[in-house]
């Protein structure tokens, strides 16, 4: 069975500096991964994805995330984090249509 | 502009009753889907359809039905039987064609279920 684990429940950043979310994940065949991010009492928007190809994905508001194959993991980064950046994020993989989604990470960016 | 949108935004039940979710889209997207999140929890799939005309469990189906007789349309029914309805329920959509998983989804705004 496909699983994703988000092991942070909440991320603390000062504005302005990197912001990482980490994510990793359990599935047989090739894994598809996806990060998206909810802002509250609204629905998810898609962030990024890797299907294959480049280990690096570049996403929307400056965001990327590296596939690691060896570690399983699929974190997502971003250089400079702003105020606005505060969600919940949740990475998600699927190897077919059915994506599971991890528990979802708080992020707070502090001024 | 294409999207989804979800009604009503808030809805209150009483215990004993259905209460049906509305889901439309105008993206032309084959695979939509419905997901239940409870906080903690990230999102749990209830029931999805690829095609007009066909659908499938997800993980959580106990005290949910659907149906999908028009391409846009996938309404979820929130019955009687399901112990514990109170929760944000999303719909998605996605283009799926081939159905392999790499599309990503398109969200909508969300309906907040509490029962009283």
């Known amino acids: 069975a496909q699983s994703v684990a988000q092991p942070e429940d909440q991320v603390n950043v000062a504005e302005g500096n990197p912001l990482t979310v980490k994510c990793t994940y359990s599935v047989s065949g090739n894994p598809y991964l996806f990060w998206y991010v909810q802002y509250p009492n609204r629905g998810l928007q898609f962030l990024l994805k890797?299907?294959?190809?480049?280990?690096l994905v570049k996403g929307s508001y400056g965001f990327e995330a590296e596939f690691n194959k060896s570690q399983t993991s699929f974190h997502l980064k971003k250089p400079s984090a702003l105020v606005s950046d505060s969600a919940l994020y949740f990475c998600a993989v699927s190897p077919n249509n059915r994506l599971a989604f991890g528990k979802g990470n708080q992020v707070v960016v502090i001024p | 502009d294409g999207g989804i949108t979800q009604s009503p935004k808030y809805l209150f039940r009483k215990e004993g009753q259905n209460v049906t979710l509305s889901c439309e889209q105008n993206?032309?997207?084959?695979?939509m889907y419905w997901y239940r999140q409870d906080p903690g929890q990230g999102l749990r799939l209830i029931y999805y359809s690829q095609i007009v005309n066909d659908f499938q469990k997800g993980d959580i189906a106990e005290g949910y039905s659907v149906s999908r007789e028009k391409k846009e349309s996938f309404p979820l029914t929130v019955t009687s039987a399901q112990k514990n309805p109170t929760a944000f329920y999303l719909c998605a959509s996605s283009i799926e064609l081939a159905g392999d998983g790499t599309g990503e989804l398109f969200f909508g705004e969300g309906s907040r279920l509490t029962v009283l």
């Open positions: 890797y299907i294959t190809g480049d280990n």
């Open positions: 993206l032309n997207h084959d695979a």
